[in-house]
């Protein structure tokens, strides 16, 4: 569950910058540090808690500065508005509530409790496990615009990636995993496109 809820909550690059300059911290840091304080402090991370999450709790947790702002209407009076990483919150915020409500649908407790379902059903894999997790929930569903054709839309599926192969690192090896015959199928598997590869292809003018 732990790393499915990292890979779902994998995004969100172009507030990188934001984060850095106002927390000290990398975006990946911060996803880690906000799901570890969570399970440290005893918070169940499943369904109910996904469709629950408010925007003060993850501001608490994954210790967020600048989600609000102090901005002076008159004199030695303030009113607290959007800082500069609401926008952030806001999307993981749409996500977590989109996703827990999706698992609800399907009468699954947690994200790992679904992940765990499909690498325990009939012919399970990896790639097929990319596929049931795109197909299930929008959040990864990772689309890209085709700039070169005619603005047209396709999949990357960089999240569901994500969590793929960071599955075959974790229990791969481990004999006594009992969803390990369904790790196979990780050299069918398309790299975890992001925009730093996307950036490199196009400066190769591939």
């Known amino acids: 569950n732990f790393l499915a809820l990292r890979a779902l909550l994998d995004f969100g690059r172009g507030h990188a910058a934001v984060l850095q300059d106002t927390n000290q911290r990398s975006l990946d840091d911060m996803v880690l540090f906000g799901l570890m304080h969570m399970h440290i402090s005893g918070k169940k991370l499943n369904a109910q808690w996904m469709v629950d999450a408010n925007a003060f709790g993850i501001t608490q947790h994954f210790d967020l500065k600048g989600v609000t702002a102090e901005k002076e209407v008159m004199g030695g009076v303030f009113q607290t508005v959007d800082g500069p990483l609401m926008p952030y919150v806001k999307q993981v915020l749409e996500v977590l509530h989109q996703t827990g409500q999706r698992l609800q649908i399907v009468s699954f407790d947690s994200l790992g409790d679904y992940v765990l379902d499909r690498l325990t059903s009939s012919a399970p894999s ?81």
Not at 151 to 161: D, I, M, N, T
Not at 187 to 202: M, R, T
Request: charged residues 20%; aromatic residues 6%.
């Open 126 to 206: 990896l790639p097929q496990l990319v596929a049931d997790l795109a197909a299930r929930f929008p959040a990864f569903r990772d689309v890209a615009l085709d700039a070169s054709q005619d603005g047209s839309k396709f999949a990357l599926h960089r999240k569901a990636v994500l969590l793929a192969r960071s599955l075959s690192e974790a229990f791969a090896a481990r004999d006594s995993c009992s969803f390990k015959a369904a790790l196979i199928g990780l050299d069918q598997l398309p790299p975890a496109i992001d925009s730093a590869l996307v950036s490199a292809l196009i400066r190769a003018n591939l």
